[in-house]
């Protein structure tokens, strides 16, 4: 049996709870949060549940296997640090930190302490990314060339934040996930259209180590809502709309086929279009998934899929690009220290 | 009567061809090719055309008062030339030159001269573009705060220019004809999946002096084709999708009001999604509406509205992103010289 | 203040207690249920409910003005029957009885005791369904010259009842409710794909007093789920998509015009297309909207838009095309006795 | 080589002459029509065919072996009887004859004197259509269930038809292909919104042998243009939409799966989605695989696809459904008399 204690009860807390009370070996020790009425809310849903007012409660139990926290972003690092300087494995929300150094010191501290660190970034749990990471770590598509995508939509402006901390996180992480590596620089052009100093929309341009490049549209400000991800591949290129109830992911057995010039003949080109398939996806909620996976890693000492490299290398870019947005800071490279296991 | 002759008939000349001789008050004196098949297949067509290989008879026609050029790009510049020397009229085709220096020249020599310069950029005589700079300039959008466009499909690829030349083009001269100025500054994120050498899909990022912001992704390589743009103003929010057979154009009454905050107060946003109307658009050829565009300019002496200088603003606005595009070649000023009339 | 009490507390009846515990000016003085279990659901959710086994204890309960049902469909007749009986206003859920003969009596009961009986036909209630009633009856659209709706998805097979008495039910409220009028005559092919002597496939084909036609698809087996209902009339058509999140309805300033020959001449024939307006939709829960409908015609009086009429019109219609659609019946007329108030 | 003459150069001739003359193994001897612009267009813009104004000068033509008649539909019966007591094979445009007694002649004739007698059955020779016939008899979508198909668009009424002997026409013949069986039984709901005594509008229901049901909407007046089938099998369920410029056709691996009740149990239903799969369409001209169908079968003597049979088959329901049409006839039944072949 893992024990484990939820850090914060607000927006996202109570999906938290619900999911990891259903998952087969887990059981929730505590409840923490700073605000009584928080801790009424989840007695009045489940009235066993224990439920405390201080962390440090949690922290010194020794039951207490991990600690999964969602509290404002700005408390991650020091909630995550301290949970793991009191050996309890760390799984915190996306994103992990507000800033760099602190993401890495997270992941210095859990790579010394041998505990776990896994980050939510929910999406990559999601079944039509996971579809997607298959065929690509397959090799189905071939190399990738590039991937686009737009993330746009009508609100909901945060008070605090650019639209990249808000938005471009989801997709960092899944495309991070997919090719593997993190981008080397990033350019944005960006503006806040509404609120002075508070960018709501942006263009994240990002290229890889391995040549990919990949163009991010993301925005609080649009006539209709998009959630649409273009890959193309040297094999075949695919389509991902997370606005589709049904036909989520669509593989398209398109392509060019490429002929050198003999002798001094023109290069000769010939473009492959094929079927196109929506393939089946499976039927679990993301974040049922994310939670059993992180059980999983705690149990096994197996390395989380979202772990605290991917955490950072998120944290990392957003820092970048966010001096590319503001004042025009023209590209940004995305550097990570030297940080045990990157 | 406006006698004119067409300079070309390759890909493109058959179409101009076909709508100047459809053109009230005007008359095709000539056609005119370097190849005599090309004169050919005009004759066969048009039996009582005058055709000619010479460049020059056409030039010393003193009946002639306007060359429509529609010959490989790298030509453009020296045929114009020539023409607007020997005191007639221009229509060239998109882009007007394959350099800066040569679309400046053009257009100090068209101001020189007085006589008519205009470059064939067609989409700004469609009906949804014209539909949309209609409500653009009539304030209908409100201010526009970005722009946002996706010109893709699978193919063709160009042998000789980047798919900056090949795309670009057309979202610049529609962006510069809506917003009624040219960008200051161009981004390119690019990379040449195929060929070697000859980018294939390119992110271009524009900054306005007005603050506007845009960003158009252009590829030969693409799952599905799109030709989607979407504006977002301050009063209203539009898209254009020219893939649509009927609802090419869409209205979105949506936005959002921002109320400053009250004392120490928090700002307040509240959003406004109200009626869509796809208004009916006209339903007339672009390139006879061009070809009618240029001949009154002829006539009357009117400015055109893809004039010289609007040549002249995509072409350098071009070569700034091709040298951004190249070898990473980080943000480019688009500064245009001291060109009379800009 | 209007006491109601809620007998069946199964599938739906949840859904409508939450409701009538939101609209102003309702106490709900019961649920009713006979099975303990579904008592115990309620009373942990609303600690403070009060609930009973006995049906015969609502109706003896002075202080209940009206009986919201939601039991079993076979059940309707008696429980209606027995409220009207008994004083009680009564608002029933879709459809009315399951029988003819059953929902005329209940019409004429209600007449003789002037007590409000009205049908939980919900989507006359809901936003599209409302707008396109509005544009409708103020002559938007002309006179109505045909309807074609298909409601087909994969799934739910009922145990008991055809496709006909499952779906058709919202098409016939909607389309009697558009039109002021219930078909004269229709026309079933049906097949049970699945379970034998289970149809779950249905067109229904309904001629109406005016003139106007219809056409039905209904079918729990279908690729692709469809909510789409079409109206054409003589001024502009309408298109209602249920399962667009956003642009559920769509009106089209499209249409013809006919010239009368002269004197021995053809018939001219012009085509207009203009304007499609996706018109800004209430944002209201259509259950809401039906229980404040309830209670303010039991406050005042006034006349149900989906009153005891129209339930009975529905339910004699889905008789008659039960029977057109069993052992191929046949054109069946839908006649109503001399119910008063039809 | 095969000797063709074409008879009627009106709205439809030029498209067959066009593809005749690309057809290998093709000669055209004659193009035929009375009236003498028509043949002037064929030879402007055909200098070298032979024309004449004189059916019975083609006839008289030994050299001729096969007619294809692309006249008014009135006249396509003693055209084509005259031309196969003439000794030559026919092909004639759809639909073959305006009445089920002329198309049942035309079948007797071809049987007895052994010529090909062929129909214009265009949409059979589509690739979408060709597609999904090789995918039902090859047993994909298992046995089918029931058709429902949209034909709908706005305009262009005709003069003298109704919108069932001018729409329903494409999909009698493409369902007639697809099940291999011509309906048994057909009902009508129609009506003339426009022109008196002409309707525009008519819903189309069938009935099949093998217990397959089918719905046909068609319409000369509708807000949007569809070209939409769903065809539901035991195995798979397929959706063919001809104004998709791609995924014209998607196979749907859905189902349900019927479990007998056990003892006195209920029946259990399982619901299956699989993968959707838009298939790779072959790129290929309908009329020119038509075309080339036809002289093959009059070269080898092989049985067309849309042969007599077919055409006479279209022909009787055709005739059957305007009788239901016309005063409300009611179901009608469609028997073919005793003709050879059928």
């Known amino acids: ?13 109570p999906n938290l709870l619900r999911n990891y009370l259903e998952v087969p070996g887990v059981s929730v020790k505590w409840v923490c949060d700073l605000r009584p009425e928080a801790l009424d809310k989840v007695r009045r849903r489940y009235p066993a549940q224990a439920t405390t007012l201080s962390y440090d409660e949690v922290l010194e139990d020794p039951a207490v296997d991990a600690a999964v926290i969602a509290t404002p972003i700005s408390t991650h690092f020091e909630l995550a640090k301290a949970a ?19 993401a890495e010191e997270l992941v210095r501290l859990a790579h ?32 990738i060339h590039f991937i686009t995508s737009s993330r746009v939509n009508l609100g ?24 593997g590596e993190a981008a080397s620089t990033v350019y944005v052009t960006g ?14 341009n990002l290229r890889f180590p391995s040549g990919v490049i990949a163009n991010i549209d993301i925005a609080w400000l649009s006539p209709v809502k998009l959630r649409r991800t273009v890959i193309v591949g040297s094999q075949r290129m695919a389509l991902y709309d997370d606005t589709e109830s049904v036909e989520k992911v669509k593989v398209f057995d398109h392509g060019v086929d490429y002929k050198d010039p003999q002798t001094f003949g023109e290069f000769h080109l ?30 096994t ?3 989380p899929i979202t772990d605290g490299i991917a955490g950072l290398r ?18 940004q490279t995305i550097e990570l220290s030297d940080v045990p296991g990157v």
Chains 1, 2, 3, 4 share one sequence.
């Open 1 to 13: 049996m893992t024990n484990v204690a939820i850090i914060g009860h607000g927006y996202w807390g």
């Open 84 to 102: 793991l300087e009191a050996g309890k494995h760390v799984f915190v929300e996306k994103p992990m930190t507000s800033s760099r150094a602190g």
């Open 112 to 143: 010394r302490t041998g505990l776990t660190l896994m980050v939510g970034h929910t999406f990559v749990f999601s079944p039509p990314v996971r579809k997607l990471g298959d065929l690509i770590h397959g090799g189905e598509l071939g190399d």
């Open 156 to 179: 909901l402006h945060q008070k605090d934040v650019s639209v990249v901390w808000d938005l471009a996180t989801h997709d960092l992480s899944i495309l991070y996930y997919w090719l």
């Open 191 to 204: 503006r806040g259209c509404i609120v002075p100093n508070i960018p709501d929309v942006a263009f994240v």
């Open 270 to 299: 010939s473009y492959r279009t094929g079927d196109i398939v929506a393939p089946k996806l499976d039927n679990v909620e993301p974040l049922f998934a994310e939670a059993t996976h992180f059980v999983e890693c705690v149990t």
């Open 301 to 303: 000492g197996r390395r």
């Open 314 to 331: 998120v944290v990392a870019s957003l820092e970048a690009a966010e001096k590319s947005l503001r004042n025009h800071g023209g590209v």
